[in-house]
């Protein structure tokens, strides 16, 4: 046997296929490490221990690896909640970031401000033509406030505000024109 036929059978040897119903992982050895696919998403047990040096331990108190292959896929599984790494900005440009999400605040405040108190003052107009129109003719107010549908709750196509369009679908097209009737 050469070379590369030993390093493949040692590789399939090496290669495992575990299946569960909630995940599948995918294992072999190379270079001493073992490199896992889980769901698609390439762990390393290297990078494990170098979490485990960071934590206080090392690589001889590792986990077992089928603890460490449920921990590697807890991981994958909740990879999306964690929250994104913080800038590492100097001082100056700390400042500079606090002092624009400050002014983008004071920006959004702003403007909730002036969109409540638009519709605090479109509602105190509602209410004062609500007032004139019930001192005016107390039927029509009880009309427009109706809720139960009592006269169809609406207002005869009579009362609506005039507009440039024409008001039937009669004269929305005129089919007799021709272009005779511009020269004379």
Do not use: C
């Amino acid at each position: 046997m050469n070379n590369r036929q030993t390093i493949r059978s040692l590789i399939q040897q090496s290669r495992s296929w575990t299946s569960s119903p909630s995940s599948y992982s995918y294992s072999y050895i190379h270079n001493g490490a073992t490199i896992q696919f889980i769901r698609n998403k390439r762990t390393t047990s290297a990078a494990s221990s170098s979490s485990l040096k960071k934590m206080g331990r090392n690589s001889a108190e590792s986990l077992s690896p089928p603890l460490q292959r449920a921990v590697t896929q807890l991981s994958v599984l909740s990879a999306r909640k964690k929250m994104p790494r913080l800038l590492k900005l100097s001082n100056e440009d700390l400042i500079k970031h606090q002092t624009i999400e400050k002014a983008w605040m004071l920006y959004k405040k702003d403007k909730a401000i002036e969109r409540s108190m638009r519709l605090q003052r479109q509602y105190e107009s509602i209410q004062d033509a609500l007032d004139t129109l019930e001192s005016i003719n107390p039927h029509l107010y009880k009309l427009a406030t109706s809720t139960n549908g009592e006269g169809n709750g609406r207002f005869p196509l009579e009362f609506r505000l005039p507009t440039d369009a024409p008001p039937n679908s009669e004269k929305l097209w005129p089919q007799q024109f021709s272009s005779t009737n511009l020269q004379k």
